[in-house]
């Protein structure tokens, strides 16, 4: 999977420990926590810094990217996204997502997750891409949908970090 993905606005690139602080900034909000699985709430400096070691010490393995997501003009870090597979032996890719509060509502998560999309179906070739979101966020739902993803009809319990207890996603698949 490459580097670096650019959009009209963005800049998807590898996440850099400099990137701890805006990271930590940005999750201290607790409605990234609720919204995915594996934030906790609260989100120390120190949980932001050993993310970004983490995702550095497993790129290359080829079981997930991880991309901060930026602003083209200013290169602040706005939020960050992946591709992964949630089981090893998986054919399909799953992408996940998450933007800072500030920069909600100006199509920033479409345009992020149109841009990993179109490198990983290129890259990983893969015959589908899933995706899911928790039931109680179903702006990630019109996000999903914007890009062509549809319901499966089917449902995950996943253990939320943010919200210490399990919470139901609905699933959703692009067909490449």
Known sequence: MRDRIE?????????????APAIHH????????????RIPDPYPLLA???????VRAGAGRKA???????DRQSDA?????GVFKRHPD??????????????????IATEAAAGLISAASADLTPRRITAGHFDDNPASGRVLARLGFTYTGETTRLFCMGRLAYA?????VLEN
């Open 7 to 19: 959009t009209d606005r963005l800049i998807l690139r590898p996440l850099e420990i400099s990137d």
């Open 26 to 37: 940005h999750c201290r909000d607790g409605s990234i926590a609720r919204n995915t699985a």
């Open 48 to 54: 932001a810094e050993l993310y970004v070691l983490s």
């Open 64 to 70: 997930g990217y991880v991309y901060a997501i930026a």
């Open 77 to 81: 870090l706005v939020g960050a996204s």
């Open 90 to 107: 998986a054919p399909d890719w799953e992408i996940g997502y998450w933007i800072g509060p500030d920069a909600r509502g100006r199509g």
């Open 168 to 172: 139901t996603s609905l699933d959703m």
